[in-house]
Each structure stands twice: as C-alpha cells, then as structure tokens.
C-alpha cells in the first residue's frame, strides 16, 4: 500500500494540483494532516477536493478558526483577515464540513497523524526538545504531522532525538528507510504555503510494505497563486512569502 500524505494545503489549488500530477500513479490512499483553508484564495475548491479524495482528514488551527470553533484573537493579522476572507466564501454547509474535521491525534493502521502535537494540536514542533516528549505517545513506529510548514521531522533511536531533514533544493526527492526500534516523526511538508525556505510544494508518499517514507518537493506556478490572491484583495505579504518559500 502507497498512502499519499498531505498537510497545510492552505487553499493553493495549483500547488495541489501540481502535487497530484507529480504523485500520480503512485499512491492508493490519501491522508492528509489538517489546514486546508487559510492564507490563499482557493478554499471552495481545496476544501471539495479533500473532502471527496482524503481518507482521513486531521483538522488544523485555520480549519478551526475558519469554522468558528477557536477564537481569531490569536491570530497574527494576516492570518486573522485571511480566515475573514475565508469565513466570507464558503457556504454554511462548507463551514460545517470545515467545524466536522477529526480532531487529532488519530492512530491509523500504520502510523499517527496529528496537526501540531499529540499533546496539543496548535503546539508547533520545530527543536528536539519540543520533538522529544511527543515520542512517548508512541504505540506505531511513525507519525505524521503538520502545522510548521517546514518538511522534514525527527526521529528517536534509543533515547537520542535527530533531525530528519527536507529534500536538498537541487533534488525533488529524498528517501528514508525506516529501521527497527527508531520512531519517526514526519512532517511532509506544506503543499499550500512551504516556509523552509524552498518554494515548491511539499509532500510525502508512504510505502507500507517497504517500509520507506519519500520525501518529495513539486514545482507549481506560484505567479498564478499571487494573481489570483492579489485579485482576491488578500494581503500581498501572503503573495510574497509563496515566492520565497517562508
Ligand atoms: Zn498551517
């Protein structure tokens, strides 16, 4: 089994779909880490695509604010006009699909998935010392998550945290064999919104049998994302951060 996972989506429809095309053949499931919605100006489509294609869907901070179940205040305010925006286009029904997402942690059959943490799903792991109590929730060797934008992750080999990094900026993809007795913590990366300083959309494919998680980066055209956030009258700042990938 090949299961395609996904996280902070975040309303880009050519990064979406630039990720499908460039995973297209390889995958049988579709698992996705929360945040479909914020930031950028496709959520209607993004957000009917997940639903009908994902076959789990952890919810993410923005899917919570977007459909009212956490308060905005805590938003910086770029983030905060966007889910305003967001709140805006989508119907009653699209808001309730929104508020009916999965709360994380979830244990699927192969691994864990969750937005931030398993211990709070805002929390946002990006150090060692944040990863490192997160691998006592443990009962599968992997997890997945979200909610840093930054692909990559950690894993745990007798006691000791290490980094797993993203793909290098030259390669499209990076592969990791998973060893007995090491857990792994793995961030795919944000389709919609990467802030690792790489501007492709980031995304990775789980091979069950094989044991082997595929990091993997796809180019899409992010001048089309800016137009259309520029023509949607949402902060430029968001246009420009998607070229830089930060
Ligand atoms: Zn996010």
Avoid at 2 to 10: A, G, T, Y
Avoid at 62 to 72: C, F, P, Q, Y
Avoid at 92 to 98: F, I, R, S, V
Wanted: aromatic share 8%; net charge negative.
């Amino acid at each position: 089994m090949q299961i395609l996972i996904l996280s902070d989506l975040h309303a880009n429809l050519y990064a979406l779909d630039a990720v499908l095309a460039d995973a297209e053949g390889q995958y049988e499931q579709i698992v996705c880490c929360g945040d479909l919605v914020g930031y950028n100006p496709h959520p209607i489509p993004v957000l009917e695509w997940a639903l009908a294609n994902c076959g789990r869907i952890i919810r993410g901070n923005h899917d919570k604010v977007v459909a009212g179940i956490d308060s905005l205040e805590w938003f910086n305010e770029v983030a905060k006009e966007a889910a305003m925006w967001t709140i805006r286009q989508l119907s009653a029904d699209q808001l309730g699909h929104l508020g009916q997402l999965e709360k994380g942690p979830a244990k699927l059959e192969h691994f864990h998935v969750w937005h931030g943490s398993p211990r709070d799903e805002d929390e946002y792991v990006t150090t060692k010392s944040s990863a490192a109590p997160c691998f006592t929730f443990f009962e599968l060797p992997l997890a997945f998550f979200g909610h840093t934008h930054l692909q990559g992750g950690f894993f745990s080999a007798r006691g000791r945290i290490g980094i797993i990094p993203a793909v290098r900026k030259k390669e499209k993809e990076a592969v990791l064999e998973l060893e007995p007795d090491v857990l792994y913590m793995v961030n795919p990366g944000s389709v919609g919104q990467p802030r690792d300083g790489d501007p492709r959309a980031a995304y990775a494919i789980y091979e069950t049998e094989q044991k082997l998680v595929k990091l993997r980066r796809a180019e899409y055209p992010v001048q089309k994302t800016a137009d259309d956030i520029t023509r949607a009258g949402l902060p430029g700042v968001l246009a420009v951060r998607l070229f830089r990938g930060m």
